[in-house]
């Protein structure tokens, strides 16, 4: 979180450097624009519900974190490796002056923290876990299970943003706030071992995403920009895949800032 802070507190007496100039304003209607970059991302407590053909429960306000890779120049500026660190990319498109839609994916990753005690609720039979539980703690171990969204907790958006005044330092170096809303897919390649099953680690659809943003953005020239973006959402997934059966299912739904 310290990170995402330190965001928000330095986004608006940045602004204050740059002074408007219409006379040296440029154009921007019709412009696609690119984007590339990484993410931190921390995640609100959730229950995720477990449901197959031995097995029906709930595991109650379950922690999880992300898990970003060392920044080192490989992988983050390796031409083979640019999605193993958590990333953002995509593209927009200027509808007008200040108005402009977005494609765009943030790789994510999600981890159930391991060896933390929860309240689990229903019923599990044929595994070394069998019982009927009502909120009983349990501890999550692999041996119960390991949940990751790691490769990873993928959000394919499409969303619209509107473009404040620019305000220049010089005639070749602006800032602007931007601000938007967008909403998308959760396509995960979730790693999951769960209940004594081989570990399974296949893509799947797994539900959708809300989100909305603010960021503060510095271009150069017209043609480069560095942005750093503030983003708070919610998940919700309901077909989680966690094993080679396709009757065994997870869900779970949460809230985000990135």
Not at 74 to 100: A, C, R, W
Not at 240 to 245: D, L
């Amino acid at each position: 979180m310290r990170p995402l802070l330190l965001v928000l507190l330095t986004l608006f007496p940045f602004t204050n450097c740059f002074t408007q100039d219409t006379k040296t304003t440029s154009k921007d209607k019709g412009t696609i624009y690119f984007n590339w970059g990484w993410n931190r991302s921390s995640y609100t407590r959730s229950n995720i519900h477990f449901a197959g053909a031995y097995y029906d429960f709930t595991l109650k306000d379950v922690k999880a974190t992300d898990r970003p890779s060392p920044f080192r120049l490989d992988p983050y500026f390796h031409p083979l490796k640019l999605t193993i660190p958590q990333v953002n990319y995509g593209m927009g498109y200027f509808l007008k002056e200040q108005e402009s839609i977005y494609l765009g994916v943030d790789h994510m990753k999600y981890v159930v923290t391991q060896g933390q005690k929860a309240k689990i609720d229903g019923q599990i039979n044929g595994t070394p876990y069998d019982g009927t539980y009502n909120d009983t703690e349990i501890e999550i171990s692999d041996k119960l299970l390991l949940l990751e969204h790691t490769d990873g907790l993928n959000y394919i958006h499409f969303g619209y943003a509107h473009h404040g005044k620019k305000y220049y330092l010089n005639p070749s170096i602006f800032g602007s706030l931007m601000g938007g809303g967008a909403a998308g897919l959760i396509y995960p390649r979730t790693n999951a071992t769960f209940l004594g099953n081989e570990r399974y680690d296949e893509f799947n659809l797994a539900g959708y995403g809300i989100t909305g943003k603010i960021a503060l953005r510095i271009s150069f020239w017209n043609k480069f920009f560095i942005q750093a973006t503030t983003k708070a959402g919610f998940i919700n997934m309901p077909n989680i895949r966690t094993t080679q059966f396709v009757d065994d299912k997870a869900s779970q739904h949460f809230f985000f800032i990135q």
